[in-house]
């Protein structure tokens, strides 16, 4: 049986970008770092961190930022900096914890105190780019069922790594969250072009890493024969 051997050359050919100034460095960089979101949220390997809570209610809580004005339902703005949520997406599965503040319908006794995910798993996904002139944003959306009750996650994530959870419950009251989505670690997605006469080029895309090329060769290898002397 054959592997293939690839064979690294002496150089290699970074994705270099140039540095340009003003409105149109911001641009690029803007749109590199929506790129990286869309990847992210795409490799479905990605960690919410909850650092606030937005319980719903009467009045609504509107929030300003770059990429224009958000509104949220709820009594309130909870801040969860000592007692922040998480969930984790590997996957089709999800695991982690969200407080939850507001209203429950029906619960069974001792599971009032927040949504806990165990490794449940991730199901109708969902995802979308949004491109707006304020800013652009990925939309992921699934439904998860957790000991009978289904949950409906709405997620908005944008270029500059913050996002709103958006969470409907069937036995508590809507809610939804503002916080950070990050990598829990890193995915790299290779494509080798390979050529008749040897030479090759291999690309390497990375969550945490600018982008990388690399150009050699590449040939086949016998695989190794291991003799055993078994004891008598």
């Given at each position: 049986?054959?592997?293939?051997r690839?064979i690294l050359?002496a150089?290699?050919?970074?994705?270099?970008t140039p540095?340009?100034?003003g409105?149109g460095?911001r641009t690029?960089g803007?749109?590199?770092?929506f790129?990286?979101?869309?990847?992210?949220?795409e490799s479905?390997?990605?960690?919410?961190?909850a650092?606030?809570?937005?319980?719903?209610?009467?009045?609504?809580?509107?929030i300003?930022?770059?990429?224009?004005?958000?509104?949220?339902g709820?009594?309130?703005h909870?801040?969860?900096v000592?007692?922040?949520?998480?969930?984790?997406f590997?996957?089709?599965?999800?695991t982690?914890?969200?407080?939850?503040?507001?209203?429950?319908?029906?619960?069974?006794y001792g599971?009032?105190?927040?949504f806990?995910?165990?490794?449940?798993r991730?199901?109708?996904?969902?995802?979308?780019?949004?491109?707006r002139r304020?800013?652009n944003?990925?939309?992921?959306?699934c439904?998860?069922?957790?000991?009978?009750?289904?949950?409906?996650?709405?997620?908005?994530?944008y270029?500059n790594g913050t996002?709103f959870l958006?969470?409907?419950?069937?036995?508590?009251?809507?809610?939804?969250?503002?916080?950070?989505?990050?990598?829990i670690?890193?995915?790299?997605?290779?494509?080798l072009?390979?050529y008749?006469?040897?030479t090759?080029?291999?690309?390497?895309?990375?969550n945490?890493?600018?982008?990388?090329?690399?150009?050699?060769?590449?040939?086949?290898i016998?695989?190794?024969?291991?003799?055993?002397?078994?004891?008598?």
């Open positions: 049986m054959k592997t293939l690839f050359a150089g290699a050919l970074a994705f270099a540095s340009l100034a409105d460095a690029k803007d749109t590199a770092a790129g990286k979101i869309v990847r992210l949220v479905r390997q990605f960690r919410v961190e650092t606030d809570a937005y319980p719903t209610g009467n009045s609504s809580v509107t300003e930022s770059r990429h224009g004005s958000t509104t949220l709820g009594e309130g909870v801040s969860l000592a007692n922040r949520g998480e969930l984790v590997r996957d089709s599965v999800v982690g914890r969200l407080p939850f503040f507001g209203r429950a319908y029906s619960l069974p599971e009032g105190g927040g806990e995910l165990e490794g449940e991730v199901e109708r996904v969902k995802i979308k780019s949004v491109h304020a800013g944003r990925v939309e992921f959306s439904s998860v069922t957790v000991r009978g009750d289904v949950l409906s996650f709405s997620l908005e994530a270029e996002c958006h969470v409907n419950s069937n036995n508590r009251a809507a809610i939804s969250y503002g916080g950070r989505i990050d990598a670690g890193d995915v790299l997605s290779f494509s072009e390979a008749e006469n040897g090759c080029f291999l690309h390497v895309n990375s945490n890493r600018a982008a990388i090329s690399y150009g050699g060769r590449i040939d086949a016998e695989d190794e024969e291991v003799a055993c002397a078994g004891r008598r």
